[in-house]
């Protein structure tokens, strides 16, 4: 009888150390984004939250306390298109809080990548795993959008290419940090259709060097350094879908896809009542590419490739004008990609997050319902058509419902919900074997 409880009890301990460890986990977790547009937040010193840290590291450490184990930094720098003809004449760089906008130098890339190292070696010995997602935005704030540019990777506008600017210097400041256990996805971009379909072959010879540089000397971390491509899930060329392509075309994307160690794309989906309706985005993405007969269901099965959304979320918004926000949860429903610009206020907030929680807001519902209906969704690893690998939350403006960038939270309020914060945490969480699933009110029906 003592033998039995003597194994009864190593069975119990056992089972305790693989729920911590994770051990049989199932499910896909909501990951945050830090964002870079200017390189003061890199360099300059604040005492936020207690602590002198540079703004990078500040929102490091507010991820960190979302119980997720990756973290995607989307790293923006700026394009000029003169004659707008989606073409870049030159790109630039925001310096500090002003918008004026300065010409890249090979001196100033040193000096960016050299400061960028010290943030992302702070959240890889935090624990973090890391994603990358390169931003081109218009320099000229002339409301031009990123996906539509026709940007070869390789070719110098202005005396610089992307992989100058962009490519090069995030995968050597991921050179000097990386270690054996480190697991990284490198987006060549985020939300730049039209540069990845109209220039594919270009993009599929980029793969091979990328990781070459990340991983150095050390071609054994190989398993744990991972390239793709990331668009946006609709417009694939640029101003709208791909239409008839070429023979050559369609088999260059083909290839480009083949290449790839998973697909990415930007994911806003209309959720209206059922979780299923998390697929909506995936759906317009995956129809899109059929057109250069690529299947994502068979790409990612059959494939091996991993679905990843380098964006997601739900903005609020009405307009792309960025300031008109949704009044009712049928609005922020209908434009999930929209939401509102800028630093927290009172008067924009599509969800209302000032109001007491026992007063009742249409938005605020929708927005805590979206969430639990999408950790649902995730924690069966997405479904029913196509499976999500990892997803990372858009963290910035009326979408950053963590409060992780620095612009979300001020003296007027935050566009962090506390609701929401603790479905996605528990979520994470759970996921690591470390809690239970516990979110706080009813789920929608699947």
Known sequence: ?????????????????SRQLGVGAWGTEISSSVSIFRTMELTDVEYIDGKMATRCEHMVDRAGQTGSTKLNFVVTQFFLDRNYDNIPDSYCHKPGSTDKCEPFTQD?????????????????KAGFDIAFTPHLDDGLASGVWRNAQLINPVAKYGGFSYTDIMLLPLAQAMAAVMTPRTRVWYALQGEMSAMVTAFPAEHQKLLPYIKQVILGSHPEWAPNVRLGVSTNYNKLCGMGACQNPSPAQKAAVQALYNAVDFVGLSSYPRFKNAVSDMEDATEIFNYEMLEFGIDIAKLTTEGGKELVFNEFGVGGGISPSGDQPARTSEQAAESPFFGVYGGYTRKTDPWRNSLPPNVLSDTRQYLETWYRAAALWLKRKGGPR?????????????????????????????????????????????????????????????
């Open 1 to 17: 009888m003592q033998h039995r409880w003597l194994l009864l009890l190593l069975l119990m301990l056992l089972a305790g150390s």
């Open 108 to 124: 100033f890339i040193d000096a960016w990548t050299k400061a960028f190292i010290p943030c992302l070696e702070y959240a890889v």
């Open 386 to 446: 196509w499976r999500v690998d990892h997803v990372f939350l858009w963290n910035l403006n009326s979408w950053d419902v963590q409060g992780v960038h620095m612009q979300s939270t001020n003296k007027e309020g935050s566009y962090r919900n506390e609701v929401v914060s603790a479905i996605i945490k528990s979520h994470n969480l759970a996921l690591r074997g470390l809690g239970s699933i516990d979110n706080p009110g009813s789920y929608p029906t699947y």
